[in-house]
């Protein structure tokens, strides 16, 4: 009879260990599932914000040589309006945007389109749109405020060539709004 006790005791003890032991593996996976999850997830949201500065660097590079088309504009004589022929400028690359870009960022930026642009002074409105991994159309509307060149130094440093730093100057304030959906 002491024996069918410690035998049935064994059991019972070997029953609990297993139930722990599966217990812990089962706790082990879920937690390894959720890192997984959160990996996964971290990963998609910076491969979307990847995309997204990849499309605000479009537009710097865009306002950069919508400067350099206006210093060969100024180079033939054209000095009325500098402000108006920058935002005509950066108006006709932000339009010709989604059809210029290389080959490699548009398989990044699947079905890139721009909207109509609205050009009033030394504001330009435009929406974006592009998709996610997930095929979600991401949508941005921005907001460009150039500069109007009304400072005379402005003037003197596009007369000079000095496209860089008039760019730095005004790199930060270029995308005044940045609505997404």
Do not use: C, W
């Not at 812990?24 to 990963?43: E, G, L, P, W």
């Not at 402000?83 to 108006?91: I, Q, W």
């Not at 642009?117 to 405020?145: A, C, W």
């Amino acid at each position: 009879m002491r024996k069918a006790t410690v035998l049935i005791n064994v059991i019972i003890i070997m029953v609990m260990l297993n139930i722990l032991v599966l217990s812990v593996f089962i706790m082990n996976k879920n937690v390894v599932n959720s890192r997984y999850m959160a990996i996964t997830d971290k990963a998609n949201d910076i491969y979307s914000n990847s995309k997204e500065q990849i499309v605000d660097f479009l537009i710097y590079d865009i306002f950069k040589e919508a400067l350099y088309d206006l210093k060969k504009h100024y180079d033939k004589g054209n000095t009325e309006q500098i402000g108006d022929n920058l935002s005509t400028f950066t108006g006709i690359k932000i339009r010709n945007l989604s059809r210029d870009i290389d080959y490699e960022l548009k398989k990044e930026l699947q079905g890139l389109t721009t909207s109509e642009i609205e050009l009033s002074k030394s504001i330009i409105e435009f929406r974006l749109s592009y998709k996610k991994y997930d095929n979600k159309e991401i949508y941005y509307n921005y907001v460009l405020k150039l500069p109007d060149f009304s400072k005379e130094e402005d003037i003197e440093k596009l007369k000079s060539g000095q496209i860089d730093a008039i760019y730095n100057e005004y790199k930060q304030s270029i995308i005044d709004k940045k609505i997404s959906n």
